[in-house]
T-cell receptor
Framework: EAQVTQNPRYLITVTGKKLTVTCSQNMNHEYMSWYRQDPGLGLRQIYY???????DKGDVPEGYKVSRKEKRNFPLILESPSPNQTSLYFC????????????FGSGTQLSVL | GESVGLHLPTLSVQEGDNSIINCAYS??????FIWYKQESGKGPQFIID?????DKRQGQRVTVLLNKTVKHLSLQIAATQPGDSAVYFC????????????FGKGTKLSVKP
């Protein structure tokens, strides 16, 4: 089944403890992206990647890192999480950078205490 | 329409009625528009799209209308079913790449049986 898989679905952590949210897609998509979703603010893009080893900042990149060493994986790294990073995170992919039809993962609910 | 503050606009309809969800977009240079559906506990799912050279596009039970004069987009759902209950987002793309995809804040559709 074609899908975007994120792990974990739920995560509770403490301020300053490094964490990684994994994202993997099995559709051979070139483009991958991370969003956060907050009440009243909608979906905001954190980082995106147009292909392997090519990443770029979205609208709200501060406090986050990403890497794209392989085409299928696009992990989101929080080196030192803070409470304002408590949010619902979505990974998405599409066939190419100019293909607007995004396929989303099921989300990761992160709480930073 | 778009949300203000922390509460999403809500549309409540009777099963079998038609639903119309509205969206005001921000950038007159946007040339591509998408509607996504997000069910509770899931990631957004692509419904239908439309390019700026069109006024109307129809899918299965859904129609998207674009009024570029007033920068307004609407999603019409025919014969609304309980399974249509979800949050619906519009998104606009003004740069031809995913990095320029801007999401609206969403409208919650509730279908009464």
């Amino acid at each position: 089944e074609a899908q975007v898989t994120q792990n974990p679905r739920y995560l509770i952590t403490v301020t300053g403890k490094k964490l990684t949210v994994t994202c993997s897609q099995n559709m051979n998509h070139e483009y991958m992206s991370w969003y956060r979703q907050d009440p009243g603010l909608g979906l905001r893009q954190i980082y995106y990647s147009m292909n392997v080893e090519v990443t770029d900042k979205g609208d709200v990149p501060e406090g986050y890192k990403v890497s794209r060493k392989e085409k299928r994986n696009f992990p989101l790294i929080l080196e030192s999480p803070s409470p304002n990073q408590t949010s619902l995170y979505f990974c998405a992919s599409s066939p190419a950078w100019d293909s607007e039809k995004l396929f989303f993962g099921s989300g990761t609910q992160l709480s930073v205490l | 329409g778009e949300s203000v503050g922390l509460h999403l606009p809500t549309l409540s309809v009777q099963e079998g009625d038609n639903s119309i969800i509205n969206c005001a977009y921000s950038n007159s240079a946007s040339d591509y528009f998408i509607w996504y559906k997000q069910e509770s506990g899931k990631g957004p799912q692509f419904i239908i799209d439309i390019r700026s050279n069109m006024d109307k596009r129809q899918g299965q039970r859904v129609t998207v209308l674009l009024n570029k004069t007033v920068k307004h987009l609407s999603l019409q759902i025919a014969a609304t079913q309980p399974g249509d209950s979800a949050v619906y987002f519009c998104a606009e793309n003004y740069g031809g790449s995913q990095g320029n995809l801007i999401f609206g804040k969403g409208t919650k559709l509730s279908v009464k049986p």
